[in-house]
């Protein structure tokens, strides 16, 4: 799956400098390029058999309706909006539905229209090669006997999914519609598992590197990742709240042999929110040693540093005494005064020297 529509770079490359967090998001409306249009597929199966087309004209989803399979209608990008609007007018979606697909940088959210159920999910995915998380909004609509999934781009994690469609495999075929929408959104969620599985071995990487003394770029780091933490939350969060709402909806489009899948998949979404609060707690307190790390070395720095000013503060004091320019100072003239003041200061450094180390300040 490639969607290089939006992007959050987790590790910092050399001409990369962390950003902070905008105070606001502003809402983002898609405008449609000229010429392009959204890729629809449709999915009508039953326990007895499964039909799969290309979607041209949403007019051809009238028939599907209120047939007594199940209907899948999947739209991959948001470029033509008139066509979106038909397909809303044809499925008979509210406008502010359709506001809300169009408006791709809304939190996930959950609402019941009484004869369709809509509610939004943020899927994400990981770019190894880059080191980029990938987000797609998808907008899923839960009607009588059909679901409707929209995507910003095109690419999704669904194939399993329609393979066990094709294939006959599971209960897929013989459930309902409320079961499709249930095992779409298992998907997404298990893509969660495996961001949450990838930011963990990031971590794991930056304690190498704090444990190793490993400076370089090291804060920029963990500011990346505690920067992509903090957008995971953001994502996972409002979705568990999503799913809540969803398993105690009172709505006759929720079977009730659906329910324990429901409780299963809160139950997932709550560990890894679980997981992300831990990756958070973890970073905190790298950053944490880190800069306790840190201060410890300046201050190893400033001691070595005092020592020395210490030791060479009285021979200092000595040399510019014996370095003004006065004709008659004691031991000027003699022939052995310069190898007593060496003497001298010699002595006074092994003096200094080993009251520091009795004081263990060395």
Same mark, same amino acid.
């Given at each position: ?230 957008? %995971?939350?953001?994502? $996972?969060?409002?979705?568990? /709240?999503?799913?809540? =709402?969803? &398993?105690? #909806?009172? *709505?006759? +489009? ?10 299963? %998949?809160?139950?997932? $979404?709550?560990?890894?929110? /679980?997981?992300?609060? =831990?990756? &958070?707690? #973890?970073? *905190?307190? +790298? ?27 009285? #021979? ?47």
């Amino acid at each position: 799956m490639k969607r290089k529509h939006k992007v959050l770079r987790l590790l910092r490359e050399p001409d990369y400098t962390p950003e902070p967090e905008p105070a606001a998001v502003e809402s983002k409306l898609v405008v449609p390029p000229a010429g392009q249009a959204p890729h629809m597929t449709l999915i009508d199966y039953a326990a007895d058999h499964v039909t799969e087309h290309e979607v041209f004209d949403p007019e051809q989803c009238v028939p599907f309706r209120h047939a007594d399979s199940v209907t899948w209608v999947n739209v991959d990008g948001l470029q033509d909006t008139k066509k979106l609007e038909q397909l809303a007018k044809v499925m008979g979606f509210h406008a502010l539905t359709l506001e809300d697909i169009l408006n791709t940088d809304i939190r996930p959210k959950i609402e019941d229209y009484g004869d369709y159920v809509y509610f939004v999910a943020k899927m994400l995915d990981i770019d190894k090669a880059t080191d980029q998380i990938h987000v797609d909004q998808l907008s899923l609509i839960l009607g009588p006997g059909y679901v409707v999934s929209i995507q910003e781009e095109p690419g999704d994690p669904f194939g399993p999914v329609r393979n066990r469609i094709r294939n006959a495999t599971g209960r897929l075929r013989r459930s309902a519609a409320d079961y499709l929408a249930y095992a779409l959104l298992d998907v997404v969620i298990d893509q969660y598992f495996v961001v949450a599985d990838w930011i963990s071995e990031r971590i794991e990487k930056l304690d190498e590197q704090v444990a190793a003394d490993e400076r370089a770029e090291l804060m920029q780091n963990l500011y990346a990742v505690k920067r992509a933490v903090i957008f %995971l939350r953001k994502s $996972i969060l409002p979705l568990r /709240d999503v799913v809540f =709402t969803l &398993r105690n #909806l009172d *709505s006759d +489009l929720i079977r009730e042999s659906t329910a324990p899948y429901l409780r299963d %998949l809160y139950d997932h $979404i709550v560990q890894v929110s /679980d997981r992300i609060e =831990t990756s &958070r707690d #973890l970073l *905190s307190g +790298l950053q944490d040693v880190y800069l306790s790390t840190l201060s410890n070395r300046t201050n190893t720095v400033m001691k070595i540093v005092a020592v020395f000013s210490s030791i060479f503060l009285p #021979l200092t004091f000595i040399t510019g005494v014996f370095g003004m320019n006065f004709e008659f100072m004691p031991l000027i003239h003699r022939s052995w005064g310069f190898a007593l003041s060496v003497i001298s200061m010699l002595s006074i450094v092994a003096a200094m020297l080993c009251y520091f180390r009795y004081k263990r300040w060395i």
